[in-house]
């Protein structure tokens, strides 16, 4: 087998760097799934089931799903010619 040495003079495995860096690639690509377009911050997936003629514009040219989250909107890409980024149905509680 063939060993690096360390910065102590100590054997170290090849594949110590290789392990590193698929670990940081592995969270990098966690952290950026976490955004996907069907998740809304702060909203409930019934909140942003607006039918497309009821859209509501809350975005701007090219805004990115999380750019129009940030803002409390709902973002779905799915429908052309209609607002990607729309405004949420506002959740009613019935009391009695």
């Given amino acids: 087998t ?3 040495l360390g910065a102590l003079g100590s ?3 090849a594949v110590t760097m290789e392990a590193r860096t ?3 690639l592995a969270v ?3 952290l950026g ?3 996907s377009a069907g998740q809304y911050v702060g909203l409930s997936a019934s909140q942003c ?3 497309a003629k009821d859209r509501v514009d809350c975005g701007y040219p090219q805004v990115t799903a999380e750019q129009c989250n940030n803002r409390g909107c709902c973002f779905d890409s799915s429908i052309p010619g209609v607002p990607w980024c ?3 149905l506002q959740e009613t509680e019935c009391t009695f």
Avoid: C, I
């Fill in 2 to 4: 063939q060993h690096v």
């Fill in 11 to 13: 054997p170290e495995p």
């Fill in 22 to 24: 698929f670990w940081l």
């Fill in 28 to 30: 990098v690509l966690a």
């Fill in 33 to 35: 799934s976490s955004s």
């Fill in 49 to 51: 089931t607006v039918p």
């Fill in 86 to 88: 729309f405004k949420p």
